[in-house]
């Protein structure tokens, strides 16, 4: 009988496991999830907990949190832990109620941000460009400029204390989560803007209290919204900087000017509470009247000067001075003195006024024309040396100039300019004043008189002269005129009445002739002379006084009767 038994065989370790596999598969206990488990037993500073399948855990009190420190937690109690493995080498099944934390955490947070609400976290740590957060249980990054609507120099009240946050990233493949505190702030503040700037309208006139200061102007909290009051509309004069008449802390009244409803900027105004300067300007500053007033701006193109408070006029660069041209107006006027100006042009529409310094001086062109008549001596230095003459200052820094033709009157332009220097004082005469053209013409030849003027005195044109070779050439001959300097050219025509007689060899230097003047030319200082004109001159007052060829009488019987005549009162005058 013994031997009909069989032996029944033990099961072996790989038919444990298989068994195990199979009891796994049919519960829902799995690795790497959250499961709920029973507290079974408290040692020390851990919990056993019971997953079920007779699998049991040791998870440490501290993880529990609260209720794990101060003994709140007991048998029987039903937790969730995050299975790791199912057993280890004690048979043990490995847990954790961080990581369960952490998980269900990463659920809820994953919710939160696909619906884009606010999440809870305390910043519990300073990290590079940042800080960490504790969102129960899940870590996130909170970069620095994400902490505030406005830089936070100390973020020490901020430290673990429950916040409200909003998550801008997730990624739960590297574990990393970004928040900001800042979003919600600045949604929180755009409700409040939303209902303050409901309550406002524009040209409403509010109390406000000066935030901060700029150069382009200075913020106003008008009770938990700012308003932005421009340099510009401060004060209808000009305002360099807000700080000349705003200070922080400053209780300002104010003019809403205009609101933007999606930005929700305000523009302010201090200036639109006083009455407009502008209004009917014209008749207050009618053109050509002269006002006094203050440099209140010097730029490169003119200076600005403030007739009244709010209104300023603009002296162009070209309007500053009759003299001095292409010089910075900061050389002519200075801030804040006190200059005489004159209205040039008035624009109300565009809020301009054009003003005149020059023109509230006299003319110094004028002044100079009345003081110094065309032939008035002067005298000024040589202020500079140009292809075309020497220009010379005279008084009340006008310059006059005396063109190359009118340095010598025996030399060349460009000769006589050789003698003057720049800093030289020279003697000249007026010639001509242009008030228009700011132009005075000078002379410098013109102190010692026209030498060829006084030569040519007494002499008219038609008058017999005599002269004496100077220079015999195959064109003519030249010859100086009796006691004087001048001399004449006589063209190889005008030598003779007879053709056969026109060589100017007939005649050797320093013999004298007679000639006839046929032209005086003061301008180009020339006079003409001819000895044929003289010929036929004296034959048409012999025929005149002895007779006519028609009487019988040959040409040359009275040429020769006039002759002798001509002769015999030469030598009566020689006699004499």
């Known amino acids: 009988m013994a031997s009909m038994q069989q032996a029944v065989p033990q099961p072996t370790r790989e038919d444990f496991a298989a068994l195990l596999e199979e009891s796994f598969a049919d519960s829902d206990v799995q690795e790497g999830t959250v499961v709920e488990g029973t507290v079974v037993a408290i040692e020390k500073d851990v919990a056993l907990v019971d997953v079920g399948l007779k699998v049991e855990g040791r998870v440490p009190l501290k993880e529990f949190g609260v209720r794990g420190r101060d003994g709140e937690l007991k048998p029987g109690d039903k937790v969730e832990v995050y299975l790791e493995r199912v057993e280890n080498a004690l048979g043990e099944a490995m847990l954790s109620r961080e990581k369960a934390r952490r998980e269900e955490s990463w659920i809820r947070l994953e919710e939160s941000f696909e619906k884009n609400d606010t999440v809870t976290g305390q910043i519990f740590n300073q990290v590079k460009g940042g800080f960490t957060v504790d969102l129960d249980g899940a870590v996130a990054f909170l970069p620095r400029s994400q902490v505030d609507v406005r830089p936070v120099k100390d973020v020490g009240p901020l430290m673990q204390t429950p916040q409200p946050f909003r998550i801008l990233k997730m990624d739960k493949r590297r574990g990393n989560i970004v928040v900001s505190r800042r979003s919600v702030l600045e949604d929180t503040l755009a409700e409040q803007r939303s209902e303050l700037v409901a309550k406002l309208k524009e040209g409403q006139v509010v109390d406000g209290v000066v935030k901060n200061i700029t150069e382009y102007g200075a913020f106003v909290d008008l009770g938990g919204i700012d308003g932005l009051l421009h340099v510009t509309d401060m004060a209808w004069r000009r305002v360099n900087h807000p700080s000349e008449i705003l200070s922080i802390g400053e209780t300002v009244k ?88 004159m209205v040039l042009e008035v624009d109300p529409q565009k809020r301009r006024i054009s003003l005149g310094l020059k023109q509230a001086m006299r003319n110094p062109w004028e002044e100079f024309a009345e003081n110094h008549p065309v032939g008035t001596p002067v005298e000024g230095e040589v202020k500079n040396k140009t292809e075309f003459g020497l220009f010379l200052g005279l008084d009340n820094d006008v310059d006059g100039m005396v063109h190359l033709s009118d340095l010598s009157w025996d030399r060349q332009g460009e000769e006589a300019m050789e003698e003057y220097k720049k800093g030289e004082m020279v003697k000249a005469v007026v010639l001509e004043v242009d008030v228009d053209k700011e132009r005075i013409s000078l002379g410098i030849k013109q102190v010692q008189g026209d030498p060829f003027a006084e030569a040519v005195e007494g002499i008219r044109k038609g008058a017999i002269v005599t002269g004496e070779v100077v220079e015999v050439k195959d064109s003519g001959i030249e010859v100086k005129l009796a006691d004087t300097e001048m001399t004449a050219f006589i063209r190889r025509a005008e030598l003779s009445r007879d053709r056969s007689e026109q060589r100017p060899e007939r005649y050797a230097a320093g013999e ?42 040959s040409l040359g019987d009275i040429l020769g009767a006039a002759l002798k005549k001509r002769n015999a009162d030469e030598k009566d005058k020689g006699d004499e």
């Open 512 to 553: 004298k002739v007679d000639a006839r003047v046929t032209n005086i030319d003061k301008k180009a200082r020339r006079i003409t002379l001819s000895i044929k004109a003289l010929e036929i001159a004296e034959e048409k007052e012999a025929v005149a006084q002895y007779g006519s060829t028609d009487s019988g009488a």
């Open 254 to 341: 104010v003019q809403i000017i205009r609101i933007n409803p999606e930005t929700f900027r305000i523009s302010l105004g201090m200036k639109q509470l006083e009455a407009d300067p502008w209004e009917g300007i014209e008749a207050k500053y009618p053109v050509s009247a002269k006002f006094t007033g203050r440099v209140t701006n010097i730029t490169d193109y003119g200076a600005f000067v403030e007739l009244e408070p709010g209104i300023e006029g603009l002296i162009h660069v070209s309007e500053m001075s009759w003299t001095k041209k292409n010089i910075h107006p900061g050389k002519i006027v200075s801030t804040s003195q006190e200059v005489e100006v």
